[in-house]
């Protein structure tokens, strides 16, 4: 339980850091992390102080500390990633952001990482999906709308980078690197070669809107495909474990019940005993069509996983 004068040390932390008192807070987040060393608020938030300040070593130090005392807070894996794609460090980047991202894939700031490192690491079209997907959490996200016409621009996808600068100029109208970008856009698709002038097909859809991955599309696959694999190995454990509830009810319920109620039918019961061996009968099957109920709810959810690893597989080909 944490004491009285690490709850006072905390909460005046974070006043300190809410009037953007960056120094007094760091000060005060290591006295409070002194206090209660196991708590990751108190890590996750020196960590913060230190990041506003510069200190991305002792930043990436505290961040990786909360990590460690609660191992489910996302945004903590998220700032780890930041931290290593600041540092260059692009492999760890994307490891650290997919573990965030798993864990909240809700998470608008994980996506627009991601395509910062999928970018660094020339995988064009998996970053132009990091940013979609961050847009599409976060359609107010005008940085990410930037970021996303840069690389539909490079790529001469013209149409589609006018609308992602059009977004980012809607989120904030006042973005000059946006408004450059989609002038620069503009430009180009007036002198471009015909075929690019005119869109694909009519009438003209947004080109960002339509292309925003949503669930299940192949994007959430090669964000992580090993979480795909953890979860059909462990459906897939939990299907074999039905399979053998309906062996057991069969093999002991179900031909128990029938094995009295045929006894009753051909003799002469006693008072009250078809009826009680009937009912028994009839849980017994009931029993038997739950498990089956759950063992097509189980094939089915194994087949919506094979069909996200095989899309995960051919988007990484």
């Known amino acids: 339980m944490a004491s009285a004068a690490f709850e006072d040390l905390f909460a005046r932390a974070r006043q300190a850091l809410a009037a953007g008192k960056k120094t007094e807070a760091r000060a005060l987040y290591v006295q409070a992390a002194a206090a209660n060393p196991e708590s990751p608020d108190a890590h996750e938030g020196l960590a913060t102080c230190c990041f506003l300040i510069g200190d991305l070593e002792q930043a990436e130090q505290h961040f990786q500390t909360a990590a460690e005392l609660d191992p489910l807070r ?122 690019q002038r005119v869109p694909a097909s009519a009438p003209p859809a947004d080109p960002v809107a339509d292309a925003a991955p949503r669930p299940g599309d192949a994007f959430a696959g090669v964000l992580d495909r090993s979480a795909a694999l953890d979860d059909l190995e462990a459906v897939c454990t939990k299907h074999e474990e039905l399979c053998a509830e309906i ?25 009250g005993e078809l009826e009680m061996h009937v009912d028994a009968y009839e849980k017994a099957l009931g029993n038997l069509r739950t498990a089956r109920q759950n063992m097509l709810a189980g094939m089915g959810k194994i087949r919506g996983l094979e069909r996200r690893f095989a899309a995960a597989a051919v988007a990484e080909a």
């Open 74 to 195: 996302a945004r903590v894996f998220i700032n780890l990633g930041a931290l290593a794609n600041r540092r260059g460090r692009i492999d760890d980047a994307i490891a650290q952001l997919r573990k965030g991202l798993k864990l909240d894939p809700h998470c608008a700031e994980g996506f627009y990482n991601l395509g910062i490192a999928y970018r660094h690491k020339g995988l064009l079209d998996l970053a132009i999906e990091a940013y979609r997907e961050a847009t599409r959490v976060n359609p107010r996200m005008a940085d990410a709308y930037l970021n996303l016409g840069n690389l539909l621009l490079e790529g001469e996808r013209y149409h589609e980078a006018v609308a992602a600068y059009q977004h980012a100029l809607e989120a904030r109208p006042s973005f000059a690197k946006a408004r450059a970008g989609l002038e620069n856009a503009q430009k180009a698709l007036a002198t471009a070669p015909a075929t």
């Open 247 to 271: 062996v057991r009810v069969i093999e002991k319920e179900l031909n128990r019940a029938l094995h009295d109620l045929s006894r009753s039918l051909v003799g002469t019961p006693a008072t």
